[in-house]
T-cell receptor
Framework: AAGVIQSPRHLIKEKRETATLKCYPI?????VYWYQQGPGQDPQFLIS???????DKGSIPDRFSAQQFSDYHSELNMSSLELGDSALYFC????????????FGPGTRLTVT | QQQVKQSPQSLIVQKGGISIINCAYE??????FPWYQQFPGKGPALLIA?????SEKKEGRFTISFNKSAKQFSLHIMDSQPGDSATYFC????????????FGTGTLLAVQP
């Protein structure tokens, strides 16, 4: 079965640079969630989209923005990167706003040097 | 403030034994409680989930027990195998306009052969 696709899988950036992470949800899934996971920590919710509209916002820095496109893929844009932004970034998708099951992608490992 | 508390932080079990991980929550608005399994460098994989209208759910070797009055739920892994060695996260969400997952802090399970 098709899963959530994330690209790139690994990304190395320097401080103050920008990064763009992409997420392609499971086919027919219309809801996308972004989570950030620091080393040895649990995933923290950043932002979610349903039918191309932002549906919820968590502890996402103002330096970050995201959107969902007409084909339901989503992009997380991160500017003025800081060392503390180094983490695993996961995208998850679900089918329908009222459906609970979220399926996670393999993640993007971002390293800021 | 950790909305979902998970214990133990780490667990060592012998092959064939039972692994038990516990979680507790405060927000009575939560109505969906999944468990995720995560291997190092991989995305969390949905294992099993429960809604508060049932007290137990079993899928293969994995069982969730749910105590609504105590606001606690637990994961039991029967006949634990070395391949089960991973980090396990409990989570909770409250549906509605947002299904964002609030995770516990994780349990690192090691199953010894």
């Amino acid at each position: 079965a098709a899963g959530v696709i994330q690209s790139p899988r690994h990304l190395i950036k320097e401080k103050r640079e920008t990064a763009t992470l992409k997420c392609y949800p499971i086919p027919r899934h219309d809801t996308v969630y972004w989570y950030q996971q620091g080393p040895g920590q649990d995933p923290q919710f950043l932002i979610s989209f349903y039918e191309k509209m932002q549906s919820d916002k968590g502890s996402i820095p103002d330096r970050f923005s995201a959107q969902q496109f007409s084909d339901y893929h989503s992009e997380l844009n991160m500017s003025s990167l800081e060392l503390g932004d180094s983490a695993l970034y996961f995208c998850a998708s679900s089918l329908g706003r009222g459906r609970y099951e979220q399926y996670f992608g393999p993640g993007t490992r971002l390293t800021v040097t | 403030q950790q909305q979902v508390k998970q214990s133990p932080q780490s667990l060592i079990v012998q092959k064939g034994g039972i692994s038990i991980i516990n979680c507790a929550y405060e927000n009575t608005a939560f109505d969906y409680f999944p468990w995720y399994q995560q291997f190092p460098g991989k995305g969390p994989a949905l294992l099993i989930a429960i809604r508060p209208d049932v007290s137990e759910k079993k899928e293969g070797r994995f069982t969730i027990s749910f105590n609504k009055s105590a606001k606690q739920f637990s994961l039991h892994i029967m006949d634990s195998q070395p391949g089960d060695s991973a980090t396990y996260f409990c989570a909770a969400s409250r549906g509605g306009a947002t299904n964002k997952l609030i995770f516990g802090t994780g349990t690192l399970l090691a199953v010894q052969p």
